[in-house]
Nanobody
């Protein structure tokens, strides 16, 4: 069974940095894209950053120049380096694996979420 496990969330002061990591486990053959989404209280679930298996990336406008997404295709991991954090970055961050081909079939998967809190 495919599982995504996130780590690296926490509390940081504005202007600080955090690095989120997500590892996909299971009998995985390939993952088309991996991404980070976030949801702040009372707000919509939004895409923060996405990276395909060929290395193409896209970012939310609000994080461009501050966040960097990277992945290791061989290890099925994705990281999000977050710099110059702002209080408005406070949210639960979710890892997403898109178009996963695994021994049990094909589909998308979500992690359980990790809290990021940025204090002013």
């Amino acid at each position: 069974q495919v599982q995504l496990v996130e780590s690296g969330g926490g509390l940081v002061q504005a202007g600080g940095s955090l690095r989120l990591s997500c590892a996909a486990s299971g009998s995985i053959f390939s993952i088309h894209a991996m991404a980070w989404y976030r949801q702040a209280p009372g707000k919509q679930h939004i895409l923060v950053a996405r990276i395909t298996n060929s290395g193409s990336t896209n970012y939310a406008d609000s994080v461009k120049g501050r966040f960097t997404v990277s992945r290791d295709n061989a290890k099925n991991t994705v990281n999000l380096q977050m710099n110059s954090l702002k209080p408005e970055d406070t949210a639960v961050y979710y890892c997403h694996a898109e178009r996963v081909t695994a021994s049990q079939g094909f589909g998308d998967y979500w992690g359980q979420g990790t809290q990021v809190t940025v204090s002013s």
